[in-house]
């Protein structure tokens, strides 16, 4: 029975492996010269459905700073960023993907955040504790969920 468990466990094991190994590190990011990113950074599609329920929770949040018509049952958006609507017909997967992962490769000094980069910080706090944080920090979000934020953003097309 002992050995059937551990038989199992490696094949788990192996198997979570491999599908790590299609992810792309946030310092490994390869932005071409206007900042788009051509590869998709979790190596599986997006789902379209999660990226809109991030787009209003969680490290995501986009409509803090941006209208969506589609998520106005979400009440208020923000006015900062320009309107997501249509933006599937003015910016491709690739750019859509390098604005999401670091929007600031492609817009020098933009406000928007950097939401797959884990350097490069002045001084990120440490929650809400006013002390700078210790040790290697997390992208705000993962290499799937970017591509979910992408695959949503993809479905935004102005007809």
Known sequence: MRRFALSIAAS??????????G?????????????AVTVS???????????????????????????????EELGFHGEIGPPLDGVADR???????????????MFEGTMMPSFYKTTGYVRPGDAYTGKAAEGELAPLLTAQEVEDVVAYLMTLKES
């Open 91 to 105: 910016w491709t997967e690739a750019d859509l993907r390098g604005i999401v992962a670091n929007a600031k490769v």
């Open 41 to 71: 950074l979790s190596g599986a599609p997006g789902d379209a459905e999660n990226g809109r329920l991030l787009m209003n929770k969680g490290s995501g949040n986009c409509i803090a700073c941006h209208a969506v018509t589609d998520l």
């Open 23 to 35: 992810v792309v590190a946030p310092a490994e990011v390869e932005f071409d010269e206007y900042g």
């Open 12 to 21: 788990m094991t192996a198997a979570t492996m491999a599908m790590a190994e």
